[in-house]
């Protein structure tokens, strides 16, 4: 049976059970989930560093195969397991996905990391709260690229839900959960309509809401 190290409150672990969710396997059945980070540990041991050096989760594995890095779990299983054809295969349509993976990973994410781990991982003495602000501020203007883009189709790589969409909106589901449970830390919250009418499609006709948290998990 195919496994996957990683607490369900860790975003990269969210990526990949949100992409399971939709491939139709589920945990218990089709694969096994075990608790690893943070409280959980198990990531320094000897076992799991022989998995993943970094240390990290998610990880993979599946059969003799082992991944790590969220986004490329993702590309494999829909590569390996999309028999229903859930995600589109087209070369349009599959590389529209892949570059708001990269940039998902690569720009944006970094600008978000900063006033999410700021606020919910450092205690309130030690915070920057000038870095905070900041990359709050410089997140809203990048979400403003990917708010472009919707208005003008329903998903991050045409009119059909990619993994891509996955990616992008547990991003934007902090994003907005920031705002809610710290306005006054992470200033104004850039009003994005297309975004906004994008997360509501995300709820009604994906998995999405089955994934996504509800609150931000703060560690006190």
């Not at 200033?187 to 994906?206: H, Q, S």
């Amino acid at each position: 049976m195919m496994r996957l190290w990683g607490r369900k409150s860790s975003i990269n672990v969210q990526k990949v059970l949100w992409c399971l969710s939709e491939l139709g396997l589920e945990e218990g059945k089709n694969f096994e989930r075990i608790d690893a980070g943070l409280h959980f540990g198990l990531n320094r041991t000897p076992e799991f560093l022989k998995l993943n050096p970094n240390g990290l989760v998610p990880t993979l594995e599946d059969g003799d195969l082992i991944l790590w890095e969220s986004n490329t779990i993702m590309r494999y299983l829909a590569r390996q397991y999309d028999k229903q054809k859930r995600f589109p295969i087209d070369i349009a349509s599959q590389y529209g996905s892949e570059k708001w993976l990269d940039w998902q990973v690569g720009t944006m994410w970094p600008a978000l990391r900063t006033p999410f781990l700021g606020l919910t991982r450092v205690p309130a003495a030690e915070r920057n709260y000038d870095a905070i602000r900041k990359s709050y501020q410089d997140t809203n203007s990048l979400l403003s690229l990917l708010d472009q883009t919707l208005a003008n189709q329903k998903y991050c790589s045409g009119n059909q839900f990619h993994i891509g969409d996955i990616a992008l909106a547990l991003c934007v589901g902090r994003w907005i959960l920031l705002h809610e449970a710290f306005p006054e830390e992470t200033g104004p919250r850039a009003d994005l309509k297309n975004i906004n009418a994008w997360i509501k499609r995300l709820e009604n006709e994906t998995k999405y809401s089955e994934i996504a948290e509800k609150e931000l998990n703060i560690v006190k």
